[in-house]
Structure formats: structure tokens, C-alpha cells
Nanobody, 127 residues
């Protein structure tokens, strides 16, 4: 059974940093494109970042570009999201997701592309 477990969320002041981790129990983890999404209260789940199976290609939402970095360690079946210069508007529940797609195209920004989801981790940025 596939499980994605996020960790690393918490409360941080504006301008601070957090590093989220997502541990995946997927036997063929290195075959999956991995993504991070976030959902603020009362709002839709939105794309944050994605990384190809090899780690060679990444894509970011405009709102986080230059502040967030997605990376992965296929030996540890883990994907990370380093978040710097956090803003109050980054407050949300952050979810990681896995998609078995051969090529990382713009479909990575849509939730329905992904096959598996984690339970989420709360990130709260105080202003």
C-alpha cells in the first residue's frame, strides 16, 4: 500500500524558513514525478512545485519562485520542499503527491494528474 507522509510543518515568523519532507512508501519511487500543493482555509488546493523522477527538471508556481526549492533523494524515497522568505500568505496545509507520468509537462500543476496524496502538514506564517 502506497503511503506519503509529510513532516516539517509548524509555526514560523514572516521572513523565516521551513523545510518540509515527504517520505514515500513506493517501491518504484524513482519512477514518479513528485509534487507539492497547498490549501488555505476555504480555498482550492493549489500547485506549489514539482520535480521529475530524476530530479533534473523542476517547476514552480510564480508565487513561490525564487523562495522555495523542491528536491528529492531517491535513495531515501523522500522529496523535500525548502521554503525561505516565508510570507503570511504562504500559510496553508501543504500536501505532497506522486504522479506516474513519463514526461513532466504542464499537467503537473493539476491535482488530477497525481495518483497518490499525503495527509498534509500545516504551515503557519505569522506576520
Amino acid at each position: 500500500q502506497v503511503q506519503l507522509v509529510e513532516s516539517g510543518g509548524g509555526l514560523v515568523q514572516a521572513g523565516g524558513s521551513l523545510r518540509l519532507s515527504c517520505a514515500a512508501s513506493i517501491r518504484t519511487f524513482s519512477s514518479y514525478t513528485m509534487g507539492w500543493f497547498r490549501q488555505a482555509p476555504g480555498k482550492e488546493r493549489k500547485f506549489v512545485a514539482a520535480i521529475s523522477w530524476s530530479g533534473g527538471t523542476t517547476y514552480y508556481a510564480d508565487s513561490v519562485k525564487g523562495r522555495f526549492t523542491i528536491s528529492r533523494d531517491n535513495a531515501k524515497n523522500t522529496v523535500y520542499l525548502q521554503m525561505n522568505s516565508l510570507k503570511h500568505e504562504d500559510t496553508a496545509v501543504y500536501y505532497c503527491a506522486a504522479a506516474l507520468i513519463h514526461e513532466m509537462t504542464m499537467v503537473v500543476v493539476t491535482t488530477r494528474t497525481y495518483d497518490y496524496w499525503g495527509q498534509g502538514t500545516q504551515v503557519t506564517v505569522s506576520s
